[in-house]
């Protein structure tokens, strides 16, 4: 399948700043990329989706503006968490996609990464 | 709305046991179901999938079918290895690409 990277695995920052997540697409062009955050022992909830050179589609609850999210590329989409606070603390996993409403089209995930806001 | 409920872990087998991870759903329509598999340090993968009622999806010794009836689709191994230890997720999609997660079950095999 296709491989699909996640930059910084993990990282701290202090309250009030703001933190980037790369997720890159290796070796296809993903038209699609999705950001999910997971809780501990709870589901991945899905976030957005974005597709290249649009804006992103926020799931209901998610603040567009606390969640900036880019996808300039066919092979990178950015998440970037605004002004963090303790409660974003999370883990944040990306994942690609081809585009498509017809049928399910199979999703490569990113490894994650570990989000500590102190 | 659409969710997906399964059996909390961890579990923790020995090599060669039999493995049965439970998973129910609750969706309008008829969602096509999924497990995926992440290893340590790896991203989810796609273990199999299913797509109609009574379909039974099956990869690397893993089973899963398809219960309508039962809103379930439990994965299944006879003989489970140590390089099977990972954490399991039970989705569902009703439309799309978008998927709906359960919350993930760890299992641990020991030798």
């Known amino acids: 399948g296709a491989v699909v990277s996640q930059h910084p695995s993990r990282v701290i920052c202090k309250s009030g700043t703001s933190v980037k997540i790369e997720c890159r697409s290796l070796?296809?062009?993903?038209?699609?990329m999705f950001w999910y955050r997971q809780f501990p022992k709870k589901s991945l909830m899905l976030m957005a989706t974005s597709n290249e050179g649009s804006k992103a589609t926020y799931e209901q609850g998610v603040e567009k503006d606390k969640f900036l999210i880019n996808h300039a590329s066919l092979t990178l989409s950015t998440l970037t968490v605004t002004s963090a606070h303790p409660e974003d603390s999370s883990f944040y996993i990306c994942s690609s996609g081809t585009s498509g409403t017809s049928s399910y089209n199979e999703q490569f995930f990113g490894p994650g990464t570990r989000l500590t806001v102190l | 709305g659409n969710s997906v409920t399964q059996m909390e872990g961890p579990v923790t087998l020995s090599e060669e046991a039999f493995l049965t991870i439970n998973c129910t759903y609750t969706?309008?329509?008829?969602?096509?179901l999924f497990w995926y598999v992440q290893y340590p340090g790896e991203g989810l993968q796609l273990l199999l999938k299913a797509t109609k009622a009574d379909d039974k999806g099956s990869n690397k010794g893993f089973e899963a079918t398809y219960r309508k009836e039962t809103t379930s689709f439990h994965l299944e191994k006879g003989s489970v290895q140590v390089s099977d230890s990972a954490v399991y997720f039970c989705a569902l999609s009703a439309g799309g690409n978008k998927l709906v997660f359960g919350a993930g079950t760890i299992l641990r095999v020991k030798s």
């Open positions: 969706a309008t329509g008829y969602p096509s």
């Open positions: 070796d296809f062009q993903a038209t699609t």
